[in-house]
């Protein structure tokens, strides 16, 4: 009757084209895999042969040694009191809590003005301001442009 390999029909046969193509994929990833990795291996190798030729320099001393250490970004500014001290209710010194008090309000030495007398409405300042706000006020140019009256 019919001829022809009836283990075609199967799908765990090694000649479907279906099982053929997994094959061709697997093997290309492979490939891709293995281009990475050697990728990898020599970017580190170059890194490790210039961090060798660095540390030969500087032992050498035609390089000044870099410091590395990351110590600084977690002391404190000189002179203040850490955080947790003053959270947790520990004395602290008089002279640093000396430096956040404001100094008592009087005229300015720069200028001889009072605190809070730039918000004073009867400098010429204010008047400008005042006219600048009702030129660039939205509902005022509404209202100008309708003439339709509530």
Same mark, same amino acid.
């Given at each position: 009757?019919?001829?022809?390999?009836?283990?075609l029909k199967?799908?765990?046969?090694p000649?479907?084209?279906?099982?053929i193509?997994?094959?061709w994929?697997?093997?290309?990833?492979?490939?891709?895999e293995?281009? *990475?990795?050697?990728?990898?291996?020599?970017?580190?190798?170059?890194?490790?042969?210039?961090?060798?030729?660095?540390?030969?320099?500087?032992?050498?001393?035609s390089?000044?040694?870099?410091?590395?250490?990351l110590?600084?970004?977690?002391?404190?500014?000189?002179?203040?009191?850490?955080?947790?001290?003053?959270l947790?209710?520990r004395?602290?010194d *008089?002279?640093?809590?000396?430096?956040?008090?404001?100094p008592e309000s009087?005229?300015?030495?720069?200028?001889?003005?009072?605190?809070?007398?730039?918000?004073n409405?009867?400098?010429?300042?204010?008047?400008?301001?005042?006219?600048?706000?009702?030129r660039?006020?939205?509902?005022?140019?509404?209202?100008?442009v309708?003439?339709?009256?509530?």
């Open positions: 009757m019919g001829g022809g390999d009836l283990n199967k799908s765990w046969h000649q479907t084209m279906k099982n193509e997994r094959v994929k697997a093997e290309q990833k492979h490939e891709a293995c281009k *990475k990795i050697e990728e990898l291996q020599k970017e580190l190798k170059d890194e490790r042969a210039r961090e060798e030729i660095t540390r030969f320099a500087q032992e050498s001393g390089i000044k040694k870099k410091d590395d250490r110590d600084w970004m977690y002391q404190g500014p000189a002179g203040q009191v850490s955080r947790d001290e003053y947790l209710g004395s602290i *008089k002279q640093i809590t000396d430096q956040y008090e404001e009087g005229p300015s030495a720069e200028t001889g003005l009072l605190p809070g007398s730039i918000f409405p009867t400098t010429p300042a204010s008047n400008l301001d005042l006219a600048a706000k009702i660039e006020d939205p509902l005022f140019e509404i209202r100008l309708s003439p339709v009256s509530l």
